[in-house]
């Protein structure tokens, strides 16, 4: 799975291995840029309307309203923050979220 983001770390430091934390800037609105998705498994792509990210979605602080969700996709968990107008009972639900390319930044740290 592969996708554009912006590289926030150092660029001098740019080659080789890193984990990275990603960071998602972007008000999430659930049928606008947050959707169920059709298939349930995990993925990144990418097409003319932007990158699409479809994972599991987790909900912390569920009494909130909104409450606090991330993204589960494979062994990584992406915070989204509130999604506005979230359905009730959707944690564990698979979801996909687009975003353009430019809200997307990466923040790298060695191995």
């Known amino acids: 799975m592969t996708a554009p983001a912006s590289w926030a770390g150092n660029l001098e430091t740019a080659a080789g291995e890193h984990h990275i934390e990603w960071e998602l800037d972007e008000e999430f609105q659930w049928g606008a840029n947050c959707s169920p998705a059709a298939v349930e498994e995990p993925c990144i792509h990418q097409d003319e309307r932007g990158i699409f990210y479809r994972g599991r979605l987790g909900l912390i602080e569920i009494e909130a309203e909104p409450p606090l969700a991330h993204l589960e996709l494979v062994d990584v968990v992406i915070d989204l923050g509130h999604i506005e107008g979230l ?21 790298p740290y060695e191995i």
């Open 87 to 107: 359905p009730r009972g959707m944690a564990g639900a698979w979801v996909e979220i687009n975003l353009k390319p430019e809200k997307i930044r990466v923040y």
